[in-house]
């Protein structure tokens, strides 16, 4: 089993940036690949960014690539996303997930594990 947390969301302005954390708690293995998800009102859970546990491999969504960064601290069990140059369409709840091995790293049907998720809101 594992567990995880998120932090970080909120409300800012178009432009700004905010970070994301995901504490993982309970099983954790290098074969073990985090993601990112959201989802905004009405709209299908659509996949945002994803790293290995041990930092081996990243993947991003189009739509944030070169705005948003994805990383993972081993050693306090937690991965964050680094998210710049916020748009309103960035606006969504965003969930941690967890699942096992890389494949299918973009299909949030195949993550196990699932945080509560966070607001994050941008105004324009």
């Known amino acids: 089993q594992m567990q995880l947390v998120e932090s970080g969301g909120g409300l800012v302005q178009a432009g700004d940036s905010l970070r994301l954390s995901c504490a993982a708690s309970g099983r954790t293995f290098m074969q073990t690949t985090m993601g990112w998800f959201r989802q905004a009102p009405g709209k299908e859970r659509e996949f945002v960014a994803a790293?290995?546990?041990?930092?081996?491999?990243?993947d991003y969504a189009d739509s944030v690539k070169d705005r948003f960064a994805i990383s993972a601290d081993n050693a306090k069990n937690t991965y964050s996303l680094q998210m710049n140059n916020l748009k309103p369409e960035d606006t969504a709840v965003y969930y941690c997930?967890?699942?096992?091995?890389?494949?299918?790293?973009?299909?949030?049907?195949?993550?196990?594990?699932w945080g509560q998720g966070t607001q994050v809101t941008v105004s324009s």
């Open positions: 790293v290995t546990w041990s930092g081996s491999a990243a």
């Open positions: 997930a967890a699942k096992s091995g890389w494949v299918g790293h973009t299909t949030k049907n195949a993550y196990i594990y």
